[in-house]
């Protein structure tokens, strides 16, 4: 759709010279007429894509210092840009409809005109980390991908996939940086929510569903969001569980011999026709391939990606592998792991070597251009790349009508609809993991009868009064019910905050209130389980314990009083100690000894 208070490119000077526009002309004609009119500063504009702001109700930005970024005027008229990972929450659907549309006219006005392609993290589940995902905001709440792989349903997540698509298109966002298709091998690691979970059969499967629904299945173009599968070759492996964001995380480590296994859901997006790929910053030990960064790594990016699997879509490098930052007060040093000696013009010839196309959360396209110019990169290759990422832009339908209605963004975003669907899947995701009677009761606690006396942590009083009596005190209730957090070790106050790593026991003292609490009244303890937490003190102290990844308290509330089926499954195995974890190989899934709930456990009610 076209919001008629914008300007079409077309109608920029010059536009009747514009061969390229012609849409009778086969795509990869009118990429080949576009780059032979682009100078090397257009060309090398193309390999950058970084986070970008908008303005509170939609107007252009500034320039942000919290994360050092440039306004947005500067980044598509002095960079030359047009790839960027909206950052941020908007109000309203419409005000992101109109920064974009404001950002397109913008575009518009530059020499050849080019579209600006927006991107993003997961933004329709309950997660608020800058560095893997967004909140919902305006957008449709579902359960994190740990909860879509809890549902085991393949239509759902296609059906979600596709909810998400006409979202993102609504308001102009084109590429979808995920699926997160690594496998949850290793207990501690941080970036489980965003992935299917343990098994590779199931992230297979799943994954490819998710990318089925936001590409519109086998009619990719312009009502598409075209996705970028990560982290390959699998991101899980992680030495001690650490996150590779950070440099005590940087090896991935493969005891068990199973590399190939983590292969096996991205063979899967590849047949479901993955239009692009993210490495994750790790890099692999005691392996055939360089110990170097995956993002820097040829034996995996040409030879195991391009050459084996004949991948021939566009290859964006996780964020922040050239230049060192500044993140929220902090240094943040580029997540150059294995070629920390190179200098940044070293580290870019590497990645464009290893066989990349884009930059992933860079803005430096001088330095590119002073590599050709050196002769230190040909200008061929950069044209390989640019004819991909130009490619895209053209089956997107962005140089036909780059614009999206700013009303009907309203409309179709969060709308009433998609809204219940998104419901739906946060009670088909609550999985039941313990359900016992309390003592001298005839039968279990669950589910409890609506109507009921109850005490709530972590649930909205206003909400928890619609099922039953709050009451101030366990004592004067029937059932008590507790919102939990998987534990977690705190790791500074900055970027590093937001990544859950480190031990998953429970605190002692969450420990013991949840044994007092369940002294004094039946009770339930429901677990955001953003990791697989040790559960065997809470399984044993509560009378009942549910696992979510994203639910609202209606939601839970629901699943709780037996108005809604409690139809979740485990998507990965519930370690019994610590010990187990540490003892586990990090690359082997299933592989904790003695396992407290296994995989695909779930109770009915």
């Avoid at 339908?397 to 409309?411: C, I, M, T, W």
Wanted: one cysteine or more; proline letters at 7%; charged letters at 25%.
């Amino acid at each position: 759709m076209t919001d008629t208070t914008t300007t079409d490119p077309t109608a920029a000077p010059g536009a009747e010279e514009r061969p390229w526009l012609d849409t009778s002309l086969p795509v990869d004609e009118r990429v080949e007429l576009l780059l032979a009119e682009m100078t090397l500063d257009e060309k090398a504009g193309l390999f950058f894509q970084t986070m970008i702001t908008m303005g509170p109700d939609g107007e252009l930005a500034d320039a942000d210092p919290v994360f050092g970024l440039p306004s947005n005027r500067e980044y598509v008229l002095e960079r030359r840009m047009n790839h960027f990972n909206l950052l941020g929450v908007a109000p309203t659907a419409g005000a992101i409809a109109r920064w974009h549309n404001a950002l397109q006219e913008l575009a518009a006005s530059t020499r050849l005109g080019l579209p600006v392609t927006i991107s993003t993290d997961p933004r329709h589940s309950f997660t608020d980390n800058p560095g893997a995902a967004m909140l919902s905001g305006p957008f449709s709440q579902w359960p994190d991908t740990l909860g879509l792989a809890a549902t085991r349903d393949a239509e759902l997540v296609e059906r979600f996939g596709d909810v998400a698509r006409q979202e993102y298109t609504a308001v102009g966002i084109r590429v979808a940086l995920h699926p997160q298709v690594d496998l949850a091998t290793e207990p501690r690691w941080s970036r489980q929510l965003q992935t299917f979970g343990e098994d590779a059969e199931v992230s297979g499967e799943l994954g490819a569903a998710y990318i089925r629904g936001f590409q519109n299945g086998a009619a990719f173009g312009p009502g598409a969001v075209s996705t970028m599968v990560k982290h390959f070759p699998g991101g899980g492996p992680q030495q001690d569980g650490e996150d590779p964001h950070f440099e005590y995380g940087r090896e991935q480590v493969y005891p068990g011999g199973k590399f190939e296994l983590h292969l096996k859901p991205f063979e899967d997006a590849f047949a479901a026709g993955v239009r692009q790929v993210m490495p994750y910053y790790g890099m692999p030990v005691g392996t055939e391939y360089e110990e170097v960064g995956f993002g820097f790594n040829k034996s995996v990016l040409t030879g195991l990606l391009r050459e084996r699997y004949g991948f021939d879509g566009v290859v964006c490098t996780d964020w922040g592998l050239v230049t060192d930052a500044e993140i929220m007060g902090q240094p943040f040093p580029a997540r150059a792991w294995g070629v920390e000696h190179l200098t940044r013009e070293e580290r870019m010839v590497k990645i464009i070597d290893a066989g990349a196309d884009q930059f992933g959360g860079e803005a430096c396209p001088e330095l590119l251009v002073a590599l050709v110019e050196d002769g230190r990169i040909a200008e061929d290759r950069l044209d390989a790349s640019a004819r991909r990422l130009l490619r895209e832009k053209f089956l997107l339908g962005l140089f036909e009508d780059p614009y999206v209605d700013a009303e009907a963004a309203d409309r179709i975003v969060g709308s009433a609809e998609f809204r219940a669907a998104g419901d739906a899947a946060q009670r088909a995701a609550l999985t039941i993991l313990a359900n016992r009677a309390p003592r001298q009761a005839q039968g279990p606690v669950l589910p409890f009868a609506a109507g009921a006396k109850v005490y709530v942590e972590g649930i909205d009083a206003e909400t928890a009064a619609a099922y039953g009596t709050v009451v101030a005190t366990p004592a004067e209730a029937d059932v008590a019910v507790l919102r939990l957090q998987a534990p977690y070790e705190h790791r500074g106050n900055g970027f590093e905050a937001f990544f859950h790593a480190g031990s998953l026991d429970f605190p002692e003292d969450v420990v013991a209130h949840v044994a007092e609490v369940a002294a004094a009244v039946p009770t339930v303890v429901d677990v955001f389980l953003d990791r697989p937490a040790i559960l065997g003190p809470i399984v044993e102290a509560a009378h009942a314990v549910v696992a979510n990844w994203g639910a609202s308290s209606a939601a839970l509330l629901d699943v709780l009083t037996g108005a809604a089926e409690a139809k979740g499954r485990l998507p990965f195995d519930i370690p019994r100690s610590m010990a187990a974890v540490e003892a586990s190989r990090p690359d082997v899934p299933f592989d904790t000894e003695d396992p407290l709930f296994r995989f695909g456990h779930g109770l009915s009610l």
